[in-house]
């Protein structure tokens, strides 16, 4: 069983939805992002995606794309990403947080999607999203990330429609990532409703557990996201909390890390303390 996999039947024995965060590597520089990573476990991330910075970040708003030039600037590549997952995994002791790579298929056909999966894994990495990597095309990327263990989390969203669907579960694996609003990541937000009866009818399509993403910013939405789905992604507003920690520079400022961190422990709080939504 994928670290995923037991990650989300742990959540289930607990009767709680999940917390999911999302943040950029290496923003705003090597260090600062490892040390955040490194405390997101304990401050209640149930599970995390690490973003591969990528110039043309097409479905991310503003403050997902100023991280990933944040870090581009501060020379982040694929290889510096990847050697973070890595030294997080060498030097943490924690074999049992999921990390997830979250970005654009140009990097991994740069690379070959058989070397990339290959480099994952061996870096600790145990899923994919790839957000431009449609279903029709999958076939590039799934069967080497399923002989490296690697799960490829597919994406549906409003827009999804009956014909579609099922070729988006037949290359998904490890969860489903629900984006609920149409648009780029961190503009706004869909209606706790509109939520409820997206996911009422995905769980009669699918047997994956659910993510819900796009739009999170409270404590309290996060907590309302994970008694309807399986787990609230929480990524622009915890993208904001890096920026809101640099100076005039764009250097981190004492306190940035915990400052992030304290964020995540206020989601984490308000998911944990939510009860799980009658079936």
Request: with cysteine.
């Amino acid at each position: 069983m994928s670290r995923i996999a037991q990650r989300f039947a742990e959540l289930k024995r607990q009767g709680r939805g999940g917390l999911v965060t999302f943040t950029t590597a290496g923003d705003p520089d090597l260090e600062t992002s490892y040390q955040i990573l490194k405390g997101l476990p304990a401050a209640g991330a149930d599970l995390i995606e690490l973003g591969m910075p990528f110039s043309d970040p097409m479905a991310d708003g503003p403050a997902i794309q100023a991280s990933g030039q944040r870090a581009l600037k501060a020379g982040i590549n694929l290889d510096a990403t990847l050697g973070l997952v890595r030294r997080y995994r060498d030097e943490s002791g924690d074999d049992t947080t999921p990390i997830l790579l979250m970005g654009y298929y140009n990097l991994i056909y740069q690379r070959g999607p058989e070397l990339f999966c290959k480099q994952a894994a061996a870096s600790g990495v145990d899923g994919l999203i790839i957000v431009d990597l449609p279903p029709e095309e999958a076939d590039e990327l799934k069967p080497y990330a399923a002989r490296c263990d690697i799960d490829t989390v597919m994406l549906t969203a409003p827009t999804t429609d009956a014909k579609r669907l099922p070729a988006i579960l037949e290359y998904g694996s490890g969860f489903l990532y629900y984006v609920s609003i149409l648009g780029v990541t961190g503009t706004r937000s869909a209606t706790d409703d509109a939520v409820r009866a997206a996911v009422k009818h995905l769980r009669t399509q699918a047997d994956l557990p659910i993510a819900v993403g796009f739009g999170i910013r409270t404590p309290q939405q996060a907590a309302t996201i994970s008694t309807i789905a399986d787990a609230a992604v929480v990524g622009s507003a915890i993208v904001d909390k890096v920026r809101d920690g640099l100076d005039a520079n764009g250097k981190p400022k004492p306190g940035l890390v915990e400052g992030v961190l304290a964020y995540v422990r206020e989601l984490s709080s308000g998911v944990r303390g939510a009860k799980r939504a009658a079936e």
